[in-house]
């Protein structure tokens, strides 16, 4: 018995960019919030801003990872109720052109969520009353959001590239 060892470099796996942070994030978030609990319940004495921390930038950044991560993966909700029943060729050009629509959405809103990231930069938005910077994490919209753009324009482009290779090597195996 051999044990091979793959001499193929490895690629850099780029969910776990996405993912780790997320899964970090969320549980620096649960500890932080169940810290404030225990402090003010025990102690009288809660964490400060442990609201704005939580709500400024803790949620923006796991949602927005959220977002990519579910996109890389195919894992958005989708209705496939008409869909199904759809001759191969309109899926093809549905998923396409649905992919076109919701990726321009996207711009739209990374251009909207700059445009908002720009002004709070240039006002020093704070956290509600607390001094607390606000305005770093309006930029993650734009960022999550022209990620999100890109994804939706590469699935439109394979649900029309990939389906007429398939044909392809289906037609030429016959």
């Not at 990939?162 to 037609?171: C, K, L």
């Amino acid at each position: 018995m051999s044990l091979s060892i793959d001499a193929r470099p490895r690629r850099l796996n780029l969910d776990l960019f996405i993912e780790v942070p997320a899964v970090v994030l969320t549980f620096a978030m649960m500890v932080h919030i169940s810290l404030n609990a225990i402090m003010r319940a025990f102690w009288s004495a809660p964490l400060s801003n442990t609201l704005e921390i939580t709500q400024y930038w803790y949620l923006p950044v796991i949602a927005f990872l959220g977002f990519i991560a579910a996109q890389r993966r195919g894992q958005h909700v989708s209705a496939d109720l008409i869909y199904e029943m759809l001759p191969q060729v309109t899926k093809r050009w549905v998923r396409a052109v649905s992919a076109v629509v919701v990726g321009t959405v996207c711009a739209g809103f990374a251009w909207f969520g700059l445009q908002e990231a720009l002004h709070s930069f240039e006002i020093r938005r704070t956290a509600g009353v607390s001094d607390m910077p606000a305005w770093p994490p309006y930029f993650l919209a734009p960022i999550a959001f022209g990620s999100l753009t890109i994804q939706f324009y590469l699935a439109a482009a394979r649900a029309v590239l990939r389906d007429e290779e398939a044909a392809e090597a289906h037609g030429s195996a016959s």
